[in-house]
């Protein structure tokens, strides 16, 4: 989202507040009308648009600099004009060409990149809601690998079209993208801090043609609307279906959707008032922010979910306790890193020792192996679960026969006081009477006619957020539910396909990762 209003105040020349209001209010509208097919849909055709001009672009960045030799000899050149001297800002990394950097001294350390982040990206591509919505609506197993492998090859990508783009855009703009004076970087992009986080956006302004221009910025917004609707979609989805319905179990579905949408709502205005706080945090560069927010908060849901698919004696206390003490020391560093921000090159880091000297890289392994300690010793300190409750649900138990239980039938007794017809006086008609004496068979009668003069504008605006009401009369009980049992089976040849298909992604992963380490 942030990222998104930064590109629009590069391209408009907008207040921030003012292009983050206009991209959440598109966002939230078609989000809250359409849902999650809306939500699939757009991403489907945005991700074309997306790969078209971000290679486009590329291919131009590149002409530029005369190739990848030409960015690698012109990078460290790229220096900005005003700057002090005597320090070392401004001046480009010397180990920015390498992923394996010093393990105390650089930015990425090595043990952390390897480890460090290895734990959050499990939390994203394997419980994060975004991921695994998609996954469960694929058609059978075949399909869910096949779009997680298609991702994977996805993921190579963003090195070649956005990374080295980035890197690029500072050779040739290094007074506005690299700028190391305080009221310069206030002048260029409104942060004090810095001004990388529009590298990109500047590369796309300045560099491209006018219609390639007009593409590419579509393809920008369009990345960053996908981004949002699918957390806006998913968020919403949890805290009805998860938190909701467990405070209202008999909540209707019509009072489901209408706090749904409301949520989003809320998370629009949270979106709006999060915006200072990203600017301030990690030296106003917006990819350190996200990786140590990712660094505080998932490695504790990451290590909950691992322990449950591959050790079976891990129980409900031992996931619960270790997801509440992870996350309470996760948001202990994150609010630390928010009160005592990072440092200038020419400042000195007066900030506490647990900010200073252990990265937010290492903070993830510290707090994954944490995480792991306490839901090892709670789950073994108390009862094992029933073997009923983790058939087919762990890597050991995936094909086991389900078991067959009898499911409990809960019957609420209705007041009849009222509402039965014993208590009631019959009329002549057929229809009751009720206690008081009032002609039941009327009113229900005057309730129909004054629902038919409802406004057909309010119908109108509730159709198009999907929140018709259907009439409660012609509504039926809907049947039993059937025991649904997941078929595992994979087509033999289409399964080879995809294993195949996998051992090269990794094989291609692997040596870029030892290339540029």
């Known amino acids: 989202m942030y990222a998104g209003a930064v590109f629009i105040q590069q391209a408009l020349h907008w207040d921030l507040y003012v292009a983050v209001v206009l991209l959440l209010a598109i966002t939230a509208l078609y989000t809250v009308a359409g849902g999650l097919a809306a939500v699939i849909y757009t991403d489907a055709l945005q991700t074309v648009i997306m790969l078209i001009g971000a290679l486009i672009l590329m291919v131009f960045s590149f002409i530029q600099v005369d190739g990848w030799e030409g960015l690698q000899d012109k990078y460290f050149d790229a220096i900005p004009t005003v700057r002090d001297t005597n320090t070392s800002c401004g001046l480009p990394r010397q180990d920015a060409f390498h992923l394996f950097r010093d393990p105390v001294t650089s930015d990425l350390p090595w043990p952390g990149v390897l480890v460090g982040m290895t734990v959050p990206s499990i939390w994203y591509w394997c419980t994060d809601q975004v991921i695994v919505q998609r996954s469960l609506s694929a058609r059978n197993m075949l399909h869910a690998k096949g779009g997680s492998l298609f991702a994977s090859y996805m993921k190579v990508l963003p090195f070649f079209i956005m990374v080295l783009p980035g890197m690029i855009s500072r050779i040739l703009y290094p007074d506005e993208v690299a700028c190391a004076d305080p009221d310069i970087c206030t002048q260029v992009c409104g942060n004090a801090l810095g001004c990388s986080d529009i590298a990109y956006p500047m590369l796309v302004m300045k560099l491209l043609p006018v219609g390639l221009r007009g593409l590419m910025m579509s393809v920008m917004i369009a990345a960053l609307m996908s981004s949002l609707t699918s957390i806006f979609n998913s968020s919403s989805t949890i805290f009805t279906m998860d938190l909701w319905r467990y405070f209202r179990p008999r909540a209707s579905e019509w009072e489901l959707m209408i706090v749904g949408r409301v949520f989003v709502l809320v998370l629009v205005v949270i979106s709006v008032l999060w915006i200072p706080l990203v600017q301030a945090s990690q030296g106003g560069q917006l990819f350190i922010y996200i990786q140590s927010i990712s660094s505080y908060l998932q490695p504790p849901i990451a290590i909950v979910f691992m322990a449950g698919c591959f050790w ?26 928010f009160v005592y921000t990072a440092p200038q090159c020419n400042e000195e880091d007066t900030r506490p020792a647990v900010l200073k000297y252990i990265h937010y890289l290492y903070y993830s392994v510290i707090l994954s192996v944490f995480t792991l300690i306490v839901v090892v010793v709670v789950s073994l300190a108390t009862e094992p679960p029933d073997k009923e409750n983790i058939t087919r649900l762990t890597w050991y138990t995936r094909f086991d026969k389900p078991v067959q239980r009898a499911l409990e039938i809960k019957t609420v007794d209705n007041d009849r006081d009222s509402s039965s017809p014993d208590s009631q006086q019959v009329n002549r008609d057929g229809s009751y009477r009720g206690e008081n004496g009032h002609d039941e068979g009327q009113e229900l009668s005057t309730m129909e006619d004054s629902h038919k003069q409802d406004s057909k504008v309010k119908s109108a605006i509730l159709w198009i957020c999907g929140l018709e009401r259907k009439n409660e009369r012609d509504s039926q009980e809907p049947p039993k539910p059937e025991l649904n049992t997941c078929c595992l089976d994979e087509d033999p040849c289409m399964k ?15 040596f870029l990762w030892a290339y540029f380490a």
């Open 312 to 337: 079976k004696r891990a129980n409900e206390k031992g996931a619960f306790w270790g997801l509440a003490l992870g996350m309470l020391s996760g948001c202990i560093r994150m609010v630390l890193d």
């Open 496 to 510: 080879h396909i995809v294993n195949a298909n996998l051992i090269i992604c990794m094989c291609t992963a692997v």
